[in-house]
Each structure stands twice: as C-alpha cells, then as structure tokens.
C-alpha cells in the first residue's frame, strides 16, 4: 500500500507557497482570518444614556419614584399623583392618588405584566402607613386594609397574564422584618404571615423572590418553586413544593430549614434584584448589601437534579466588594444607590454616574457620569420582561440602552475555558468565532481529545497544512480522517483540486486503516470500517469530486477488488466491474450485472466472450433485451461458431436469430444472410427450405450470396429453390434434373403464364427422360402432365431403333386431336364467313335507313321548331339543331377534340380545304359532332357526377326556396341564356 503521506506531499507542489510552513493559497484552505472588524467597534460604548420626555404638569413636581414593567414606566410624584407613560406609543396618563400633602409616597411596586400596582405611602403627622392598590382596568385607587404595616418588597407571581383580574398569591415584606402571602382581587383576598427571621433585632425585609421550577420532564412537578428572602445582613433560601390552598407558600419555608447567608453591616438601601429570563425562571441575582454585592447564577436545571440534602440554586455566588470611592475622602468606599442586572453586566447608580460592571469577571468596564446641574441622581430600575434600563432624579427620567453588551463576552468565556458559550457570542463576528474554536482545538489537543480537536481545526481556519502535521505526529489516524471529513464537507462545490485531493487522500486512509485491521484479523473492526469506508464512497460530493481512476488505482494497488467492484458500480461503471468479471472467470455473475443493463452497447462490448462459455445464458440474456441491433452481434456469433463448432451454433446462435426473424419481424437482409450461412451448416436440408420457401417471391437475404452458400454447401435443393425465386427456370429445371425428376416438373410447371417458356422446360424434362434415363413410358406420361406437348414434339429425342409399338396409341390420338382442331377451324370459318354477309346486309341497310320528323317538332336542347335549321337526327329518335349539338358537345369533348372541331368549323367557313374536300370536313367534323345522343349516349352518362343545378345559379335556386321569398312559381333553371328566351318567346 502507498504511504499514508503520498496524497499529502500533493499539498507540497508548486501550486502553494513555501511547502507546510505556509498556509495554501487555494481557497478552502486560507491561513487568513477574514477581518469583520468594523471601525470603532472596539471602542464604542456598551451602554448608551438618554433622557426620556416626562411631562411635569410643575417645576415643583418631583419624582420620588419610578417603576418599569412591559414599556410602561410608573412614575410617583411629590405631589401624590402617578403618571403611566407607555413608551411605545409616548402616551402618559395621570392619576390623582387622592391623598393631600400630609401623605408622602415611600414605596411603589408593579407587576411585570403592568396591570396591578401597590403604593405605599406614609403619613407625616402620626408616621403612620396606609397602602394602596390600583388595577389597571380600574384607575380608582383602593386602600388595603389589612396591608397597614409598611411594605418593603414585594415578590409578584409571575404566571399572571395581563390584564388579570387577581394577582395571585404575592409575598409581601415588611419593615418589621414579616413576610405574609396575599391575593388582591380588588381587595385583599386574603393576608397570612408565613415567615418572620429567627432575629435579635429586626431587619426590614429588602428582597423577595418566587420563582416556579422549569418542568424538564414529563410527570416532573408543577409546584416546585424556590423563595429567597433578604434583609440587611441576611438571605434565606427556600425550595418546596407549594400547597393547593391557602397560603400556598407557607408549606415552602416552614417545612425545611433555609439555607442561609449573613453578610455583617449597615446599610439603608439594602436591595434584591433579579435578572429574568424571557420566559422562566430568573437567571441571575444581585444583593446589595454593606460589604459589597454579593451575585450570582440561579440555575434551577441543577437543583432541580439534585436527590440529596438541600438544593441550592445559587451557582458560582461571590462578593464584589465596592471600589467607587467619595471625592471629598478617597479613602471612603461609597455604596451605590441601586442596581440593576442585564444579561452580562451590573449597573450600579451613584449620585452623579453610573459604574458598569461584567458579571463574568466582576471588572468594572464603563462609567458614565450625569449632569450636575440636573440634580444628584434618585433610583435605577429595569423592566424584567423587556429588560430595558431606567435612571431618574427628581426631574428626569434617562434611559440605559445596551447598545452593544455583547462585545466581549466571548473573550471573558474563552479565558475562562467556557468554549462552547464564547462560540454562541462570537458567531457575530467571524474573526472572534475563529479564535474560539482555534484555542478550543489546542485545548483539546493538549488533553489528548485528538478526534475532537479535529472537528474544531477543521471549522477554523487554522492552516491545513499545520493541523495535518500535528495528527500526523501523534499518528492519530482517526483524528486525520475525522478533520478531512469536516474539511470535505466545508468545501465549497467550486473547489475542484481540493476535493479531488481529499477524496483522495480519505480513500488512502481508509484502505491503509482496512490493511491494519485486517493482518490483525479484526473481523468485527474490520467490517464496521469497511461499512463507514463504502459510507464514504456513497456520498454525493464523493461520487462527484473523486476521480475515477485514482480511486481505482489506489484501491487495485490495496488489493480491495470488493470494494473496488463496490465503487465502480457507485458510479455506473458498469463495464468495469463486468471486465472485473470476466477476468476473474465468473462469467454467470458478469451475465447478472449485464442482464440489469439496459446499455445495449455493454451487450455488443461482452457477447463474444460471453457466448463462447454461456452461449445458452447469454441467449437467453438477449431475448430479454429488446433493443439490442442483432446485426451487432454477429461477430458474437461468429467468434462462437467457429470456436465451438456447428452444433452448437445450431442451439443457441439459430435460435436467438429465429428469434428476431420471426418474432420480431426483423428484415435486415444481414441477418437473414447469416441465418441462411448457419442453416447451409447443417447436416438435412428442410430447415433451409423452410425458410427460403418461407420467404417468398420477393426474399429479404441477397439470393446471389444465398445461391453461392448452397452451391458451396451442396445444397442442391435450396439452389433450385433460389434459381426459381430469382425467375431462372430453365437453370432451375436443368439443376432439379440432378436431384429429382419431381422436383423439375414443379419447376416447369411455375412460368404457366408463358406457354413458350413452360413449353420449353417439359421439352427438357422429356429429352432427359429420353436420353440420361431412356424410360419411353415415362417419357409418353409428360404428354399427360403437360397439355402443351405433343407426340411430334418428343419424336426428334427417341433413337432410330425404337419402335412404334411403344407409342402406336399416342400417335393415334395425336392424330385423333389434329383432325378435330381441323373440324373446328373449318366450322369457325363457315361462322366467320356467314357473319361478314350479314354485316354487308346490315350496312345496305343502313344507306337506306330514314326518318320521319314532323313539321310541329322541336330541337331537344333549345326547344325551338327543328326544321328552321340544319339538324341531326339520331336512331334513338332524339333530334337537335347542328348549332345546339355543336354548342352542347363542345362542354363535354376533351381539349384536343375541343379545338378539332374549331379548326374544322373554321375551315368549311372560309373553304380552307386543304387537301381534303369539304364533304369530306363536313363529314369529319359530324363523326365528332355526331358521335352519340346527347340526351342518351354516353356523353351524358359522363355527365352523372355533375351537379343538377349549375354552382353559380346555386344562390339564385336556394333564394326561390326560402319561406321568406313571396310565392310565386319556382324559376326555371338553365345552363343557356339562350334557352331561358326561346322558352318565354
């Protein structure tokens, strides 16, 4: 087998530059990474700020706070009223809270779906709480009575729909550190307390969370949810199944102990948020707390498998100590005012600016800074199911757009080993993607994932010449054959020289890898590489770039004939794996491959070998193929005959020929010549006759050639035959003398239409009879089968000494017969002698023959009086004016006749008489004229195909026929003008 290298070192060719070192030029293969980098990508800002267009109705109006659900901002003013700003459509709404100026909003929640809102608001006089509940379909507030404690947090369940008219169960927290379960239903529905911290000293409840576990499976429960509850210093985490009554949590946090978190500190704006997923559960949390924030994932899929001890959802949790410090003192950390989560990053919002912070790697990566004159900044809040950003002061709304959050996630992935995520957040930019799956393959190359690896080089464009030397160096055939695979399928139709170079090189590898295992005798290895090599060779793009004869050589020179026929037969090679076939001597099996080919060519290209050791098979082969042209395999048949002999030919040849003769009608005089050849071969001779005789007067196969055969072949018969069908009688009586004295008279008896010629061939039949056979008897028996002979014809052929006895009664009755003919020739004289004096009677009678015309009588054809004109007069009684005789024969005689009788007319006229008198024109002229009646003869018989009305009077006649016409007697019709005057006259 060749070198697993051969095929490569084809990489090295003067058509690339600089051998391995250097990426190939040719495309499919570039070392280049295409630059997608556009200007300032780089460098242009994650987060981009705008100031929104709030409508204060005042400049004594302040925002003391926003909310955001679903595009809809709910902005609380100093003065106890609540502005609803869609920001889709821009519109803004403006509800009176009906509260005077001792109360002061401190609290304002809404759901997600922007449909409920709470608003806590507290009294200055007494410091006491009232709460307050607004439906979106019912703009009237309405106060909570049993909610009078002072709400901190509230957790909204997020399966209501917009727009519903309950919220559901909520948890709400409380500054005394209680948290209770409750449903609004335009009122509260019901309020339970289901948990309150295990505390020395009470800490205001700062977060709430109620998330329902994803259903991963089937059967899997719908009532799993998880609880986090957060105070300053403290978070609790709960996960249960909920109740199917009320309260529906409390079964969560009462039924295990929570897993627990302390963080040590004080701080005022101690705050949960959350980062929800489109559709499920949250993703990620943030809790502001004095040391820092402490953040994380929330990844519910592991708590979710997890049997054992308590689930914890919070994944990958970590404190991000504060590094914003105050002007004035460097030295002090300050603490955001809020924050908020996006996919990647953490806003946190100071008086004056807003620091962006990456959750993977907890680097600040942007800060923005806002006008000092518009006020020191109050709040920052999101919009969970949009997940749009809000800042605001006391009169100023900005929002925080990601313009483009998603730059560097793939880097921060990569660093951190996450391949597969840097992937999904580089696929943007194709320099990015390249680099993951580069350092990805080089990861995987190092843990010895050599396979894998080379998935990943082959989607990279890493050079193909450095990735083939590295699986070549760890003589990882696999790996070599996973990577062109890829690099095969990521080839472009284009590419010709590459695909035709890693088809070929796959087709090396997978031969050498079949070699390997089997001189290790593997069989079961073997068979499945075998399988996944002809996998190989049945692919489109295989059958189509591969060339056809390296892929031969390369598996000939391996020694795979099976595979090679497999191949070969992929690509219709037909003609191969039948030589294939043959050379191996199984001619049975290359009669099969023929037999389902409707090539007719391959049946020309094979017949001779095929007929010289199947004849009967490959016969049988033909018949079934209708199309084959049999003057194709007559030197088949030829080669067969002549090397096995007439019998032989006599099977299988004549009848694949009879075949086509009688069956298929076929009529190529080649192949009834050669039919005729096989049939001459034979030992009898009735199979020949059969086939001429067959054949008729007017034979399809050349009866010159047909005639040598059998004169070469001896066989006399079928020359005979041949002689009579090409009209040579005396030829064919003279060699059917030879044969047989029957077989002559037959032939004698075939030109019956020529007495002479007939005549002729029963006087050669008799002289033979006479002189070669000398039997007088048989010779006086031809006087009975031929009528046309008499005795005196064959006296001449008997010798002097014979006597008359033998024939004494032939004589007499040829005597007998001379003596009647006379009788009857004097009798047809004596008739013919009586009929000459009755037609001379006849003729006198004739000369003397009159009529008689009365004096009232009309011409036939004008009907005017006869006797005012010249006139014929016919025996049939029928009489006409010269004139109108003339006029109505001149229509019917044919032109020569027609200008005859003009010529004749004009000569009388003027006496141009020529030679002739003008009796004898006048005479001349009657014959044609007077030829026959008009009215009875012949001439009117001719006339039987016209029509009875003329075509141009057709429209006349019809018009005297309508029903609309007025009544009167229907025209007369005629065919002369004359004739219509003469009649009205």
Same mark, same amino acid.
């Given at each position: ?206 977060? %709430? ?38 309260? #529906?949590?409390?079964?969560? #946090? ?354 001779? #070998? ?77 199979? %020949? ?297």
């Amino acid at each position: 087998p060749r070198s697993l290298m051969s095929l490569f070192d084809q990489f090295n060719s003067p058509g690339y530059s600089g051998g391995y070192a250097q990426p190939l030029e040719e495309p499919g293969f570039e070392d280049e990474v295409p630059q997608f980098h556009q200007r300032g990508e780089e460098d242009a800002p994650l987060f981009v700020k705008r100031q929104l267009d709030v409508a204060l109705t005042s400049t004594s109006q302040q925002i003391t706070h926003v909310c955001a659900a679903s595009n809809v901002l709910f902005i609380a003013l100093s003065t106890n009223h609540l502005l609803r700003k869609d920001i889709q459509s821009g519109n803004q709404e403006d509800f009176d809270l009906q509260r005077n100026a001792e109360y002061r909003i401190v609290k304002l929640f809404v759901d997600p779906t922007a449909t409920h809102v709470i608003v806590c608001l507290r009294r200055n006089k007494d410091e006491s709480y009232e709460t307050l509940y607004i439906h979106n379909k019912n703009r009237k507030p309405v106060e909570l009575k049993k909610a009078k404690a002072f709400l901190t947090a509230v957790a909204w369940n997020m399966d209501q729909k917009q727009d519903s008219r309950s919220t559901g169960p909520i948890l709400a927290g409380t500054q005394n550190g209680i948290v209770f379960e409750m449903e609004i239903d335009g009122a509260e529905k019901y309020v339970r307390q289901i948990f309150s911290p295990d505390l020395k000293q009470p800490e205001p409840i700062c977060g %709430l969370c109620v998330a329902r576990f994803p259903r991963t499976q089937a059967g899997a429960s719908a009532r799993k949810y998880f609880i986090m509850i957060t105070t300053n210093c403290h978070s609790y985490q709960f996960v249960g199944q909920a109740d199917q009554t009320e309260p #529906v949590f409390q079964s969560i #946090v009462t039924s295990s102990a929570p897993r627990f978190h302390e963080l040590p500190g004080d701080i005022d704006n101690s705050q949960l948020e959350l980062y929800w997923q489109v559709s499920g559960p949250p993703r990620a949390f943030a809790w502001l707390t004095a040391p820092g924030v402490y953040h994380g994932r929330l990844d519910f899929a592991a708590a979710q498998d997890r049997q054992m001890g308590k689930p914890n959802v919070m994944a990958d949790a970590r404190l991000r100590r504060y590094s914003y410090t105050d002007e004035q003192d460097p030295r002090n950390v300050v603490a955001p005012l809020s924050l908020v989560l996006t996919e990647f990053h953490m806003i946190m919002l100071y008086k004056y600016e807003f620091e962006v912070v990456c959750l993977l790697n907890d680097k600040t990566v942007m800060h923005e800074t806002f006008n000092h004159r518009r006020g020191a900044m109050r709040g920052i809040v999101s919009d969970p199911l949009m997940g749009s950003v809000y800042a605001y002061n006391a009169h100023n709304v900005f929002k925080i757009e990601a313009e483009n959050e998603t730059r560097d996630v793939w880097r921060l992935y990569l660093e951190r080993g996450l391949f597969e995520e840097a992937r999904q957040y580089a696929k943007s930019n194709k320099a990015h993607e390249d680099k993951v799956l580069s350092a990805h393959a080089d990861k995987l190359f190092e843990q010895g994932e050599y396979r894998q690896a080379a998935l990943k080089y082959a989607d990279s464009q890493r050079s193909f010449e450095e990735v083939c030397l590295k699986l070549i160096q760890v003589k990882d055939t696999d790996a070599l054959t996973t990577y062109l695979m890829r690099k095969l399928d990521c080839l472009g139709r284009k590419d010709k020289m590459q695909l035709t170079m890693l088809c070929g090189w796959l087709v090396e590898l997978y031969l050498n890898a079949l070699d390997t295992l089997k001189d290790a005798h593997e069989e079961e290895r073997y068979n499945a590489m075998r399988a996944k090599f002809r996998e190989f060779l049945r692919k489109d793009r295989v059958l189509e770039s591969m060339h056809k004869d390296t892929a031969y050589d390369l598996i000939e020179s391996h020694g795979d004939m099976e595979d090679m026929i497999y191949y070969a037969e992929l690509k219709q090679d037909h003609e191969r794996v039948m030589q294939h076939f043959v050379e191996k001597g199984d001619y049975a099996q290359c009669l099969n491959v023929l037999r389902k080919q409707h090539a007719p060519d391959l049946y020309y290209r094979f017949a001779p #070998v095929l007929m010289q050791h199947i004849p009967t098979e490959t016969v049988d082969a033909f018949l079934q193929q209708r199309d084959l042209d049999p003057r194709q395999l007559i030197p088949a048949f030829i080669r067969y005959q002549q090397s096995s002999g007439v019998s032989a030919a006599k099977s299988e040849a004549i009848r694949y020929l009879e075949w086509c003769v009688h069956k298929k009608g076929n009529a190529d005089p080649a192949i009834h010549n050669y039919l005729i050849s096989l049939y001459a071969k034979l030992p009898g001779d009735e199979v %020949l006759l059969d086939f001429l005789e067959m054949q008729g007067d007017k034979p399809v196969y050349d009866m010159k050639y047909a005639l040598r055969l059998c004169t070469q072949e001896k066989k006399m018969r079928a020359c005979v035959l041949i002689y009579s069908t090409m009209k040579l009688y005396e030829e064919a009586v003279d060699l059917a003398l030879t044969v047989d004295l029957n077989l002559a008279a037959q032939n004698a008896n075939k030109p019956r239409s020529n007495p002479e010629l007939h005549k002729k061939l029963w006087l050669r039949i008799a002289r033979h009879v006479v002189k070669e056979e000398k039997d007088i008897k048989k010779a006086m028996a031809i006087l009975q089968e031929c009528a046309l002979l008499k005795i005196e014809d064959i006296l001449p052929f008997f010798p002097d000494f014979v006597t008359i006895d033998h024939f004494q009664a032939d004589i007499c009755k040829s005597l007998e017969d001379y003596n009647r003919d006379i009788d009857n020739l004097k009798a047809k004289m004596n008739n013919a002698t009586e009929s000459a004096h009755q037609i001379r009677d006849e003729i006198q009678d004739l000369r003397n023959k009159y009529g008689v015309i009365s004096g009232n009588a009309t011409c036939g054809i004008c009907t005017y009086p006869l006797l005012t004109r010249a006139l014929y007069m016919f025996p049939c009684q029928h009489s006409f004016h010269a004139e109108c005789m003339t006029t109505e024969v001149l229509k019917r005689l044919v032109p020569a006749q027609r200008r005859r009788v003009l010529k004749l007319q004009e000569q009388i006229q003027k006496h141009q008489t020529g030679r002739k008198t003008i009796n004898e024109l006048k005479a001349e002229l009657d014959d044609i004229i007077a030829e026959d009646c008009v009215k009875c003869g012949e001439m009117l018989i001719h006339t039987i195909d016209e029509p009875f009305v003329p075509p141009e009077k057709m429209d006349s006649y019809l018009q005297s026929w309508s029903l609309s016409a007025p009544l009167s007697p229907p025209a007369r019709v005629f065919d002369d003008p004359a004739d219509a005057g003469s009649t009205f006259a």
